[in-house]
């Protein structure tokens, strides 16, 4: 069994993840998305099948420890 590594979204999700052999935790991308999105659908507002999109961004810290590095380094 597999499970998406957000525990806060219900008992039922929890569950999944105690039982799960394997989990995906969501970055902050996802994780804002899902929590906007998730008590929506749960809660009956949309339909779970809606076709939601979403557009992000991030600045170069989402690079990690090197491509800020590089990003300041003194030559450039």
């Keep these: ?3 998406y590594g957000f525990a806060e979204l219900s008992a039922e999700h929890r569950e999944r993840i105690a039982n799960s ?3 995906a935790n969501p970055g902050c ?9 998730y008590p929506l659908t749960a809660h009956g507002v949309v ?4 076709p939601f999109t979403a557009y992000s961004l991030t600045g170069y810290s989402g690079g990690g420890k090197a491509l800020i590095a ?3 380094a003194a030559d450039r």
Aim: proline share 5%.
């Design 1 to 3: 069994m597999w499970a």
């Design 21 to 23: 052999k394997r989990i």
């Design 29 to 37: 991308h996802a994780s804002g998305f899902i929590a906007g999105c």
């Design 47 to 50: 339909p779970a099948d809606f």
């Design 70 to 72: 590089e990003y300041e």
